[in-house]
Nanobody, 128 residues
Framework: EVQLVESGGGSVQAGGSLRLSCAASGFSFDDYILGWFRQAPGKEREGVSCINCNDHTTFYADSVKGRFTISSDGAKNTVYLLMNGLKPEDTADYYC?????????????????????WGQGTQVTVSS
């Protein structure tokens, strides 16, 4: 059974940092693309970043470039999203998602519709 479990969300002030984790199980981690998406109240879910766990190619949304860093640890089957310089507009529920690298070869963050597996989400609140 595929499972994605996010953790690390919380409340911080603007300018602060958080590190989200996504623990994956039930599939061959190195053969998958793991992505982070977020959804703010009343808004559509949007892609934040993704990583190809095989070759560690990464992609970022323009809104987070230079502030967020995605990384993966194959030994722990975990993907991280380090978020620095947080802004109030980063407030959202953050979701981890996975899709086989045999299915798509991303040149940018894939559409959320391309991902087959999703975690339950973790909430991030940034106050001004």
């Amino acid at each position: 059974e595929v499972q994605l479990v996010e953790s690390g969300g919380g409340s911080v002030q603007a300018g602060g940092s958080l590190r989200l984790s996504c623990a994956a199980s039930g599939f061959s981690f190195d053969d998958y693309i793991l992505g982070w998406f977020r959804q703010a109240p009343g808004k559509e879910r949007e892609g934040v970043s993704c990583i190809n766990c095989n070759d560690h190619t990464t992609f970022y949304a323009d809104s987070v470039k230079g502030r967020f860093t995605i990384s993966s640890d194959g030994a722990k089957n975990t993907v991280y999203l380090l978020m620095n310089g947080l802004k109030p507009e980063d407030t959202a529920d953050y979701y981890c998602a996975a899709v086989s690298a045999l299915k798509i070869v991303p040149t940018m963050i894939p559409s959320l519709h391309d991902f087959d597996y999703w975690g339950q989400g973790t909430q991030v609140t940034v106050s001004s």
